[in-house]
């Protein structure tokens, strides 16, 4: 009789997306996973969606209680061995002081990880504060770094087939750009085409910077930051046994007991194929800043002035122009803008 695989899914959402825990549930046991992990943002109420989970929890799987922080220097991944990890309401704040929170996770014992540290511009570690500082982190407060993101992996349709990482810290051969650009078949649109090619060739770029820069990290942490149940345990990290408990499982991962970390191979697509929906909801947050930088800021400021000037001047006062802001591109520009255009 072949011996179990045993694979641990470490970043994953209920809440954001409303999924139905009993769907969740049954993602983890077609995938075959012995251990996953509940980190919700905490903008979504994390121990809600662990204790909706924990209530229809099988036997035979370890849940992992965690949350996906939102700090100053972007999202954090934290887990611990029991649901005392809820009580510590300011790691739930919205962009609480990096500091403060890897204080909090230190005097606690609980395990912390940077997320997708080359992912999103706006959430990602080394994109907010840079790589000198999270290293500096990383040293003083012995973090781990999300090796492998799932969203990043597969967001794109981007097929590595066999090519994928079976020790961490090994160098190996991505696909080439050319190569990449050929097996992109989400939409059959030229120009659509087109421009999700770019964002593929740097979706794979931000993928392997985060393998390389994990060298830096105590240890590294896999998910597939799943947000819909068909992409759980896309990504995975694979122990040579199962752990007893939760406390036993984050030790294994400090101490780097692990024989493999990656996309997970043992599925029939190691990187899943995502629908047109919601492979778009994963590349929004890079196609919004690839728009933003091609607005000249100068002349939109102007325009956005004058449209203001023009359009509120006859009943000018705050609430206006806060709901015309809303209409408006640049509308955090807009309400900078608020006490120019009532002076």
């Not at 209530?55 to 965690?66: D, F, H, S, V, Y």
């Not at 969203?151 to 051969?173: C, D, E, H, I, P």
């Not at 408990?245 to 990656?262: D, M, P, S, T, W």
């Amino acid at each position: 009789m072949a011996k179990k695989v045993i694979l641990a899914d470490m970043h994953t959402h209920l809440n954001e997306k409303k999924i139905k825990p009993k769907d969740w549930w049954n993602a983890v046991l077609e995938k075959k996973l012995s251990i996953i992990a509940i980190t919700e943002h905490a903008e979504y109420k994390p121990e809600t969606a662990y204790r909706k989970l924990k209530a229809i929890q099988p036997k035979e799987i370890i849940l992992i209680p965690g949350m996906e922080a939102k700090t100053s220097a972007g999202h954090l991944l934290i887990y611990g061995k029991n649901d005392e990890i809820y009580k510590l309401k300011k790691l739930q704040k919205i962009n609480v002081k990096i500091e403060d929170a890897l204080k909090i996770i230190k005097e606690n014992n609980l395990t912390a990880s940077f997320a997708h540290p080359y992912g999103y511009k706006t959430d990602s570690t080394c994109l907010v504060i840079g790589e000198k500082k999270t290293k500096k982190l990383l040293k003083k407060f012995h973090t781990g770094t999300e090796y492998y993101n799932g969203m990043l992996g597969s967001a794109n349709g981007l097929m590595f087939g066999s090519v994928w990482v079976k020790r961490f810290y090994t160098l190996f051969n991505f696909l080439d750009s050319n190569r990449a650009t050929r097996i992109l078949t989400l939409n059959k649109s030229t120009k659509i085409k087109t421009q999700l090619e770019q964002l593929a060739i740097e979706t794979l770029n931000r993928v392997r910077k985060a393998m390389t820069f994990s060298q830096n990290a105590d240890f590294i942490t896999v998910g597939s930051d799943a947000h819909y149940p068909h992409t759980i345990g896309s990504s995975v990290i694979q122990l040579k046994n199962k752990p007893k408990n939760e406390e036993e499982f984050l030790e294994k991962i400090r101490k780097k007991e692990i024989i493999g970390a990656g996309p997970n191979v043992y599925l029939k697509e190691p990187i899943e194929h995502l629908p047109r929906k919601e492979l778009l909801e994963g590349l929004k947050y890079m196609t919004q800043k690839q728009i933003q930088k091609k607005i000249n800021t100068k002349k939109l400021r102007k325009t956005i002035t004058k449209k203001i000037i023009k359009q509120v001047k006859p009943k000018i006062n705050g609430k206006t122009i806060k709901n015309l802001a809303k209409k408006l591109p640049g509308r955090k520009i807009v309400i900078k803008l608020k006490k120019k255009v009532l002076s």
